[in-house]
């Protein structure tokens, strides 16, 4: 219940993005599974391999997608209020899941209709967009830098570890403390993908208790800027790579 009123606030139906995220959970950094995540361009990759097999223009099209610019400042507010208005990574035997987008976009529109009609649609627009496309951007980068960095493990499914992808193919991402704060603790996120249910307001303490959680691959705000730019894995080298010029 809290969920789905959350996701009238976030434009985000709440059971649609509840199945994505636990898919995410149980297929991320993996090289054999990757096509199981859909149109998730932001927790996952090609391979160098992949990449330069492909045509000119599917090339052209993975460095458009994968551009800073557009990967994190154009696609995430189209993302959230756009695209989350139609099931469009729902397989046909997720029936809650699509029921849910509708759901949420008839409360929507019952909300917005009703905000609307006391303060002004032109309000409602300037305040609602305005935040979404903030928050979505941030949301977005913060979510994505800390799958897609230089150090990030990647395995095929043979190889592939629980424990592994969630301590080397997840990081932490070590914010200034009012950033931490106000980011709900998100920087701890190979604990969370360790363990999802433990609450944010323990993911630093699980953290500090035990020394192999903090061998996790440490990002700053500096470092994690940079860190935009890798998109694709690199086998021979094992780790993340940028997208090659030619």
Known sequence: ??????????????AFWRRQHAQHHGIWNN????????????????????????????????RFLNHP?????LLPPLIFIVLYRVPFDATTGWKRERCAVYLTDLALIALIGGLGLVVGYGRVAAVQ???????????????????????????????????????????????PRVLQWFTGNIGFHHIHHLNPRVP?????????????????????????????RYTLWDADLRRMVRIPRS
């Open 69 to 73: 610019v557009v990967a994190n400042i």
């Open 1 to 14: 219940m809290i969920g789905s009123l959350c996701g009238l606030m976030t434009l985000t139906p709440y």
């Open 129 to 175: 967009l305005s935040t979404m496309t903030v928050a979505s951007i941030i949301g977005v980068w913060l979510f994505t830098i800390q799958h897609r960095f230089e150090e990030a493990l990647w395995a095929p499914d043979a190889r592939w570890s629980f424990a592994a992808a969630a301590i080397r193919g997840s990081s932490y991402l070590r914010l």
């Open 200 to 228: 944010n307001y323990r993911l630093e303490e699980c953290h500090n208790a035990d020394p192999n959680l903090r061998s996790a691959p440490t990002l700053t705000l500096r470092t994690a800027l940079q860190a935009a």
């Open 31 to 62: 090289l054999d599974r990757r096509k199981a995540s859909g149109l998730d361009i932001y927790s996952s990759c090609l391979t160098t391999a992949e990449y330069l097999g492909l045509g000119r223009w599917c090339k052209r099209r993975y």
